[in-house]
């Protein structure tokens, strides 16, 4: 029987691939910080949860040890962009060191159990900043632009260290993947959340910034899925995770009004100078061709249907609410 150890596992992405696991049969360990984690609560029973920060590279190294897993998936981390001009040694220390940390108790474990130890990095578009190429692939260069980026940089560059070292490491570069499951202080959650309130209340407004931002959004469960395959895949190695198509946050909020109904979805919104940055992002599209080609794997459903997803769980959780 596989055991998997999953970092990250109360975020969106670790109730997703818990799901997948356990409905294969495997058995899931999970690390979280306190008995406050938000959505411990939404874990399933079946589920071994340990206490453990990613900045204490002895404390998760001892819990690898313990565990002695056959799969780890390391989704845990700090992932603010805003917030890691803030705390950049924070970030440094948990996205970068803590990865670099479970590699090498991976390493570790591989030798003293004589078994492989697979491990799956998170990586994230951000690595490469400012693109000098469009769409991303696997091999365009890596120059992130702010101390996230830079941390998430580190340890896309030590997985590849580590697998000249025998550890099987891969990485999936993610792009942004969305679900219902997604907090409100993600933009997309705040739009499909707000439209929702907005068509139940009859009124009221949405405070967004720039409306012409630009980003590669797919459905979060075709990316846990895409980790999965890449964990498994014969040849360790790296995937850009994306859908290869660019719309814009106005596109977002358009198509969450018109689920509920609302085609004037301008009046609604206020744009609000605290959450207009003063240089946005720039516009990271993916190109998930060897993804496909190696790993068979394809986005499942489309932006259209994503948005709609989103704002559905959104009115039906306002009318459970109200009952």
Do not use: C
Not at 90 to 107: C, F
Not at 207 to 234: E, F, S, T
Not at 269 to 278: G, L, N
């Amino acid at each position: 029987m596989t055991t998997a150890l999953i970092t990250g596992i109360t975020g969106q992405d670790g109730y997703y691939l818990t799901e997948r696991l356990l409905a294969e049969g495997v058995t899931v360990h999970g690390i979280v910080r306190s008995v406050t984690d938000i959505g411990l609560a939404d874990l399933p029973p079946q589920v071994a949860i340990h206490y453990g920060d990613l900045s204490s590279s002895q404390q998760i190294s001892d819990l690898i040890a313990h565990i002695q897993p056959d799969e780890i998936y390391n989704l845990g981390g700090l992932s603010s962009v805003a917030a890691s001009w803030e705390r950049p040694t924070l970030m440094g220390q948990i996205n970068g060191i803590g990865a670099v940390a479970i590699m090498e108790a991976a390493r570790k474990l591989q030798e003293t159990a004589g078994k492989p130890v697979r491990v799956l990095q998170a990586s994230s578009a951000e690595i490469f900043g400012y693109p000098d190429q469009t769409p991303q692939v696997e091999t365009t260069t890596i120059r992130p632009m702010n101390p996230y980026g830079a941390s998430k940089a580190y340890a896309h560059f030590a997985a590849e260290v580590f697998r000249t070292h025998g550890l099987p490491v891969a990485t999936v570069i993610l792009y942004n993947h969305e679900s219902p499951r997604r907090p409100e202080s993600f933009v997309t959650r705040k739009i499909t959340a707000g439209a929702a309130r907005i068509a139940h209340d009859g009124g009221g407004t949405l405070a967004l910034g720039n409306l012409d931002a630009k980003r590669d959004w797919g459905w979060a469960p075709d990316y846990v899925d895409a980790m999965i395959r890449a964990i498994r895949h014969p040849e360790p190695t790296d995937f850009v995770i994306a859908t290869g198509q660019s719309h814009s946050v106005a596109d977002f909020v358009r198509l969450a009004f018109a689920r509920v109904g609302i085609s004037n979805w301008q009046d609604y919104i206020e744009i609000d100078p605290q959450f207009v940055r003063p240089a946005d992002a720039p516009t990271h599209i993916g190109d998930a061709s060897k993804a496909r080609r190696e790993l068979g794997w394809v986005p499942s459903i489309t932006f259209d249907e994503l948005v709609a997803r989103m704002v559905d769980n959104d009115v039906a959780l306002l009318r459970q609410d109200s009952e």
